[in-house]
């Protein structure tokens, strides 16, 4: 069984920081493919950021680009979302996703992932 846990939101001002966390416990994460989606009240999901296995290859959404990091650490296994320059319109509950493919490329498709944390409520104030 595959569990993945957020943490790291809360309540911003616009222009502010945010850095979100995703544990896995999975023995093989470091093979995963790993993703941040968000669902906006009213909305549908959708993707955010995206990085491959080893971390080589990372892919975003066109409004978070240059503004969003996504990184991981193998080692011990955490992913991350570096949020920088936050928004009003980045106000959302952020998921954490995983996929066993092991693939070259990450994927940008919700129906891709297979593992879904509970997200974590980020709120950015105007």
């Known amino acids: 069984q595959v569990h993945l846990a957020e943490s790291g939101g809360g309540l911003v001002q616009a222009g502010g920081s945010l850095r979100l966390s995703c544990t896995v416990s999975?023995?093989?994460?470091?093979?995963?493919?790993m993703g941040w989606f968000r669902q906006a009240p009213g909305k549908e999901r959708e993707f955010v950021a995206a990085i491959n296995w080893n971390g080589g290859i990372t892919y975003y959404e066109d409004s978070v680009k240059g503004r969003f990091t996504v990184s991981r650490d193998n080692a011990k296994g955490p992913l991350y979302l570096q949020m920088n320059s936050l928004k009003p319109e980045d106000t959302a509950v952020y998921y954490c996703?995983?996929?066993?493919?092991?693939?070259?490329?990450?994927?940008?498709?919700?129906?891709?992932?297979?593992?879904w944390g509970q997200g974590t409520q980020v709120t950015v104030s105007s």
């Open positions: 996703a995983a996929s066993r493919a092991l693939t070259r490329e990450p994927y940008r498709e919700l129906e891709r992932y297979t593992y």
């Open positions: 999975a023995r093989t994460v470091s093979t995963y493919t």
